[in-house]
């Protein structure tokens, strides 16, 4: 009789801390970064506090979505850092989901949003969208320099 082995193949990418951390984090990232900006708006280290801690929550609530979605993106293609072109590559993943996510959004919700849409309709819908972007791009950036992994290259001498 032979013996059966089941040979396990382990991967070196850790699937399970960068999805699960993305998907996390992402838009509790994107929060503290709009909740930073309240220090130029200095009354008070409670007040201070209560901004960023709030921006934090609701980022995390209104960013899932589009956090999971690069997460899995980012999994499912084993990033991996090496080296500028990398971090480009990040951002343009979280600007392309976290934008296209704003506008699905906006435009899905016309009724609640008509407010928004009333008089300049592209001209604040381009704003928004881009800031949304920009907002997922660097918080996109910012967890990949903390969860994905770093390869170094071989120089040549």
């Known amino acids: ?5 089941n ?8 699937f399970n801390r960068v999805g699960w951390g993305y998907s996390l984090l992402g838009g509790s990232t994107g929060g503290l970064m709009v909740g930073m900006l309240f220090i130029f708006d200095y009354q008070g280290i409670e007040l201070l506090l209560i901004f960023i801690v709030s921006s934090i929550v609701l980022g995390a ?7 999971i979605i690069t997460g899995v993106w ?3 293609n084993e990033m991996k850092i090496q080296g500028a072109e990398d971090y480009c590559k ?14 699905s959004v906006v435009l899905l ?7 928004f849409l009333m ?3 592209s001209l604040q819908l381009f704003s ?21 992994p770093k390869e170094k290259t071989l120089q040549k001498s």
């Open 1 to 5: 009789m032979t013996s059966l082995t």
């Open 7 to 14: 040979e396990i193949k382990e991967s070196s990418y850790p």
């Open 61 to 67: 609530v209104f960013g899932l979505i589009p956090s």
């Open 74 to 76: 980012i999994v499912k």
């Open 90 to 103: 990040l951002f343009l993943m979280g600007f392309l989901v976290s934008s296209t996510y704003a506008v």
């Open 109 to 115: 919700n016309y009724y609640i949003f008509e407010w």
């Open 119 to 121: 008089d300049s309709f």
């Open 128 to 148: 928004f969208t881009g800031g949304m972007g920009l907002l997922g791009g660097l918080s996109s950036m910012i967890l990949g320099k903390l969860l994905l």
